[in-house]
């Protein structure tokens, strides 16, 4: 199993669409969890860190769920500006370990 | 400036030949990581500081690549006799050091697009 997983895409999805994107990592013991956005040929930056009591920041909702090793990331009312690279990010074993990245998921939404 | 820094942005060179990309991390951040990225392709790990050590290396593709990190500060990622799978966009970022809990956000810089032609 890999270390973080997560569905490549693209999902291709109508402005004003919902929609979810799942990650599953294989570490239990993981502490910290994070979704990074990557625009096309632009380095990645911190969307939203991702709380066990699940967190929202505007049209953005993330979920984590200790039990079964997913976390989520929902985006309500899409944008043409949220077309993009999300990536999944696990501090998958605490202390002095690097943060793990999966693949990505590429989104576009479509006018 | 206050972000993470990389040069040179854009590297043409020769296949055989030797190539050095540097990193300067955001000021007080102690861990390091150097990732590369094919076009259209996931971050692929290279390597991780934390401090001038690297407890991690176990991404460096073959022997030609080398990192290596002074003062806690600079990091230098060096791929010599360069082939052209190696051409790739090689990303570095800087975060405070890993916790047990809370973790840490890690910046990126531009990175350095190389091309071995």
């Known amino acids: 199993r890999k270390e973080v997983e997560q569905d490549p895409g693209p999902f291709n999805v109508p402005e004003g669409a919902t929609v979810a994107f799942n990650c599953t990592y294989s570490?239990?013991?993981?502490?910290?969890f994070f979704w990074y956005r990557q625009d096309c040929r632009k380095e990645p930056k911190l969307l939203m860190s991702v709380y066990s009591s699940g967190n929202e920041d505007g049209r953005f909702t993330a979920q984590l769920n200790r039990a079964s090793q997913y976390i989520s990331l929902l985006i309500r009312d899409s944008k043409l500006s949220d077309s993009a690279t999300y990536l999944c990010v696990v501090n998958m074993y605490p202390g002095n370990t690097p943060l793990v990245f999966g693949k990505g998921t590429r989104l576009s939404v479509i006018a | 400036g206050a972000g993470v820094s990389q040069s040179p942005s854009n590297k043409v060179t020769e296949k055989g030949k030797d190539v050095e990309l540097r990193c300067d991390p955001i000021?007080?951040?102690?861990?390091l990581y150097w990732y590369r990225q094919s076009l259209g392709q996931g971050l692929e790990f290279l390597i991780y500081?934390?401090?001038?050590?690297?407890?991690?290396k176990s991404g460096l593709p073959s022997d030609r690549f080398s990192a290596e990190r002074t003062g806690g500060s600079v990091s230098t990622l060096t791929i010599q006799r360069t082939q052209q799978e190696d051409s790739a966009v090689y990303l570095c970022?800087?975060?405070?050091?890993?916790?047990?809990?809370?973790?840490?956000?890690?910046?990126f810089g531009q990175g350095t697009r190389l091309t071995v032609v």
């Open positions: 570490n239990s013991a993981s502490q910290s």
């Open positions: 500081f934390q401090g001038n050590s690297a407890p991690d």
């Open positions: 970022a800087s975060s405070l050091p890993g916790v047990f809990t809370g973790g840490t956000e890690a910046f």
């Open positions: 000021s007080g951040h102690t861990a």
